[in-house]
């Protein structure tokens, strides 16, 4: 399993630790938008909304490369 722990009280930031208690990724959330950066095992990604209606998000590498596009169920 894997734990999140914030960065601070009131941190929107994130270390995720594996079993052994070893940092394994970072995440950074935005509080202003539906974007986010994470770092996992040195690679850098950005989570971000695609699109006006916000429903679709990408996951993209430093590089620009897609790796996953994922969309958000209606209620």
């Known amino acids: 399993m894997l734990r999140a722990v914030p960065e601070g009280w009131f941190s929107s930031n994130f270390i995720v630790f594996d079993r052994a208690g070893t940092p394994i990724a970072q995440a950074d959330l935005s509080n202003w938008r539906e974007i986010a950066k994470l770092e996992v095992g040195g690679t850098r990604y950005e989570a971000r909304s695609k699109g ?15 790796v996953a596009v994922v969309e958000k169920p209606s209620v």
């Open 52 to 66: 006006r209606a916000g429903k679709k998000f990408v996951l993209e590498q430093e590089d620009g490369r897609v």
